[in-house]
């Protein structure tokens, strides 16, 4: 007997296996391989199937506040899809060996979806929650203007407020009430992706993103950067030109990119180096191994732990998820581990908090903590869950 779930119901159950999500780990979040053409296809489904699924379109200012706010990095590393928006991503990617093929760009997804009137996927619906004052609204009425595949059901700007205050039973429900398929936030990346993870369990539209500048592109306010400056990585000088209020966050996280620049991604392309020449000049071991003591499943990580072996991780690492157990790295003969495998670590953990157990990693020397420090992964090994 099949069992039919209401859409209230549906957005309480988790329907994904994150170990298997082709990810990459850059300084402490995680990033899908993935073309806009697929991400776009992905939000489709969701929202056709009813699902909870989080989109976060993730720039350098993401990577920054990541660094500096635990609450805010953990809401972006609860997210169903994370994509590369903004060209520092792709070339930090390609630095240090990650294989993400193009920049996806939270307006181009957008637009993908807004645009495609073929008949063979059916229009979806959109709420636009934030933004200044009148700016939903003329952004809703934009859409409803247009002759696409996307249809604004509602739009809600609340104004300045606290969390507690856009988390009120009357604000979720007039959400709610919409229906819609698509629930696009604009409350500043930081704040907008805290509202979204407190009210997870509360929200039924199912597809839900923040895209602050896609309120904006809408509602007429602010003009797109022509796609030859997006794609020369110049898109935010002119963002300066069409908000030059922004020129002060801008210059405040290319100074914290630089740093970073300096103290985890070029001593990670070193290292990368050294490694690649040992490679060619000795055999690097690899091993993963788990066993059940008591209650908890410990899985042992040793030698050059990459992307080669990554069907072998998610196997071990979904196992031992599926026991129901908290889980223990051991990482003491870990030598090295890549982005592909790091990704596939945040993922377990990921799965870990949804089922309510524990992720520990121990045994690591100093070599090992620098190893996780240079993708920005040293919150593991602190206690964190």
């Not at 007997?1 to 298997?20: A, G, L, P, Q, Y």
């Not at 398929?181 to 993103?209: C, M, Q, Y």
Request: hydrophobic share 45%; with cysteine.
């Amino acid at each position: 007997m099949s069992i039919v779930r209401t859409r209230d119901e549906k957005s309480k159950v988790n329907f994904h296996d994150d170990i298997d999500r082709d990810v990459y780990c850059i300084l402490g979040l995680v990033f899908d391989a993935v073309k806009i053409g697929d991400a776009g296809d992905r939000l489709r489904r969701a929202a056709v199937s009813g699902e909870p699924y989080l989109l976060s379109t993730a720039n350098v200012n993401f990577l920054i506040n990541g660094g500096q706010n635990a609450e805010f990095r953990d809401a972006v590393l609860d997210s169903d899809l994370c994509v590369a928006d903004g060209m520092p991503l792709i070339w930090i990617a390609k630095l240090v060996g990650i294989p993400l093929p193009e920049r996806v760009a939270g307006s181009d997804l957008f637009e993908a979806l807004k645009k495609t009137n073929d008949g063979k996927h059916a229009p979806l619906s959109v709420f636009f929650f934030g933004g200044a004052d009148g700016v939903a609204e003329q952004a809703c009425s934009s859409i409803n203007r247009q002759n696409g595949n996307l249809t604004c059901a509602g739009a809600l700007g609340p104004g300045f407020a606290s969390l507690e205050d856009l988390s009120k039973d009357e604000i979720i429900a007039s959400i709610n009430d919409s229906g819609a398929d698509f629930l696009v936030v604009a409350l500043g990346a930081v704040k907008g992706h805290l509202w979204l993870e407190r009210n997870k369990d509360k929200l039924t539209i199912p597809l839900r993103s923040h895209l602050g500048a896609v309120i904006n592109f809408e509602a007429g306010g602010v003009a797109r950067a022509p796609n030859f400056v997006s794609k020369t990585g110049f898109e935010w000088l002119w963002r300066i030109k069409e908000e030059p209020g922004l020129w002060r966050r801008y210059f405040k996280d290319g100074l914290s990119l630089l740093w970073l620049l300096i103290t985890r991604v070029f001593p990670l392309v070193l290292l990368n180096l050294r490694l690649a020449y040992l490679a060619n000049s000795q055999t690097t071991g690899f091993a993963i191994n788990s066993r059940t003591e008591g209650n908890k499943v410990v899985i042992s990580l040793s030698g050059h732990v990459s992307g080669k072996h990554i069907a072998e991780i998610q196997k071990c690492f979904r196992n031992a998820a599926d026991s129901g157990l908290d889980i223990v790295v051991e990482t003491g003969l870990l030598e090295f581990m890549d982005a592909c495998a790091f990704g596939t670590l945040v993922m377990l953990r990921k799965r870990l908090l949804r089922q309510n157990n524990k992720l520990n990693i121990v045994g690591g020397s100093l070599k090992t903590y620098r190893l996780f420090r240079k993708h920005g992964l040293e919150f593991l090994l602190e206690g964190h869950r």
